[in-house]
T-cell receptor, first 112, second 118 residues
Framework: DQQVKQNSPSLSVQEGRISILNCDYT??????FLWYKKYPAEGPTFLIS?????DKNEDGRFTVFLNKSAKHLSLHIVPSQPGDSAVYFC???????????FGQGTRLTINP | GAGVSQSPSNKVTEKGKDVELRCDPI?????LYWYRQSLGQGLEFLIY????????KSGLPSDRFSAERTGGSVSTLTIQRTQQEDSAVYLC????????????????FGPGTRLTVL
């Protein structure tokens, strides 16, 4: 049972434009969400998070939006830069915030 | 300061052999996690340690998999009688272990060990 889903395996965006990465979840008990970024041969690094008491969280070029009624969240990157090319995972903690459930990831490619 | 380190970075083994994967967490982090990422899949939780205890082993795929943590620091994931389906990147993460109902402390990941079972 895939509780966190990223239905787009890849996304290609032109440098300077907006990148929008999507994530859907099925477990209505999730109350905290995280985005991780992963470069090849490196571990995932934490990017941004959002609590379910909010519908938006912004950090520089990165903004995460949460739509609880639709069980959907999205990560916006604007403007997109070549260094943003990576695999992005959304995740949610399960059972008291010790275990993270991850989506399958979306490979973002920023084209010059 | 040093981040999470894992060794080896790559491991190629023959089917049926045992392997040990090592994780050195960030100093002072009491919580340690093992995940694995199979080809084309997301990260799959394996086991969680708080100190030397493992309150959640629910993600271990079979009894061929075991893990231990000593001194509240280094952890070893052991896979016995490896199978080809064990091939994956095994990732370790650590955190301060301060998670509460409304706060999730950030998990910091190591670079992973790529295991290939021939």
């Amino acid at each position: 049972d895939q509780q966190v889903k990223q239905n787009s395996p890849s996304l290609s965006v032109q440098e300077g434009r907006i990148s929008i990465l999507n994530c859907d979840y099925t477990n209505s008990m999730f109350d905290y969400f995280l985005w991780y970024k992963k470069y090849p041969a490196e571990g995932p690094t934490f990017l941004i998070s959002i609590s379910s008491i909010k519908d938006k969280n912004e950090d520089g070029r990165f903004t995460v939006f949460l739509n609880k009624s639709a069980k959907h969240l999205s990560l916006h990157i604007v403007p997109s830069q070549p260094g943003d090319s990576a695999v992005y995972f959304c995740a949610a903690p399960l059972q008291g915030a010790q275990k993270l459930v991850f989506g399958q990831g979306t490979r973002l490619t920023i084209n010059p | 300061g040093a981040g999470v380190s894992q060794s080896p970075s790559n491991k190629v083994t023959e089917k049926g052999k045992d392997v040990e994967l090592r994780c050195d967490p960030i100093s002072g982090h009491t919580a340690l996690y093992w995940y694995r990422q199979s080809l084309g899949q997301g990260l799959e939780f394996l086991i969680y340690f708080q100190g030397n205890s493992a309150p959640d082993k629910s993600g271990l795929p079979s009894d061929r998999f075991s893990a231990e943590r000593t001194g509240g620091s280094v952890s070893t994931l052991t896979i016995q009688r490896t199978q080809q389906e064990d091939s994956a990147v095994y990732l370790c993460a650590s955190s301060w272990g301060l998670a509460t109902r409304h706060f999730t402390d950030t998990q910091y990941f190591g670079p992973g060990t790529r295991l290939t079972v021939l």
